[in-house]
């Protein structure tokens, strides 16, 4: 009687995996709208706009955060790739993804990249991973690719396709974001995120 209740229970168990489907929902920034919720906004020391093919991000004076919540489940494995356009890379332009983005605190944890630093900062101010060798070509109108992986605890990030990080971050909300130092521009192409999603 057991042998045939395991059978049933790992034959289910097979059915329900089966049942599991990989969705992927794009923001590639179109038509000057974002499907994510990204907005046009802007002042005198920072802007944000959709020119009907980048998320484009300025910062005139200080660094400059924004942030939206992405449609993705944050507690369970996912994947997110991002198409990225530096108009200017150097050591002196800081570009960052945001997670764990707290809108009131404007803080959260920051994968940074320039030309050749790549780091992560939680929201303490604690440098997670190591620092690998990957050197981005410096110049103007720089595509870079980054896919940031969740599996369980796990974050594994690769930065134009090169292994960066895998590191316990744990992703506790889906607001999520992009950061700049001042008199800096970061052009988003695309976002992609990709989840399993059960019938």
């Known amino acids: 009687?057991?042998?045939?209740?395991?059978?049933?229970?790992?034959?289910?168990?097979?059915?329900?995996?089966?049942?599991?489907?990989?969705?992927?929902?794009?923001?590639?920034?179109t038509d000057a709208e974002s499907k994510f919720g990204f907005e046009a906004t802007g002042d005198k020391k920072h802007t944000v706009t959709l020119d009907g093919e980048y998320l484009v991000i300025t910062s005139k004076k200080d660094w400059y955060t924004v942030g939206t919540r992405f449609p993705v489940r944050a507690k369970e494995n996912f994947k997110i790739s991002y198409k990225l356009l530096f108009p200017q890379l150097d050591e002196k332009h800081i570009f960052g993804l945001v997670f764990n983005y707290d809108e009131d605190e404007n803080s959260g944890d920051i994968l940074y990249i320039t030309e050749n630093k790549f780091y992560i900062v939680d929201a303490n101010g604690t440098k997670l991973g190591k620092a690998e060798k990957i050197k981005l070509k410096k110049g103007k109108n720089v595509e870079v690719a980054v896919d940031i992986e969740k599996k369980g605890k796990k974050i594994l990030i690769s930065i134009?396709?090169?292994?960066?990080?895998?590191?316990?971050?744990?992703?506790?909300?889906s607001y999520m974001g992009f950061c700049v130092n001042e008199k800096n521009t970061l052009k988003v192409d695309q976002i992609k995120v990709t989840q399993n999603v059960e019938d």
């Open 160 to 173: 134009n396709g090169v292994d960066f990080v895998n590191e316990d971050l744990e992703i506790k909300t």
């Open 1 to 29: 009687m057991k042998k045939i209740l395991f059978v049933i229970a790992l034959l289910f168990g097979v059915s329900v995996a089966g049942n599991a489907e990989k969705v992927t929902r794009t923001d590639d920034f």
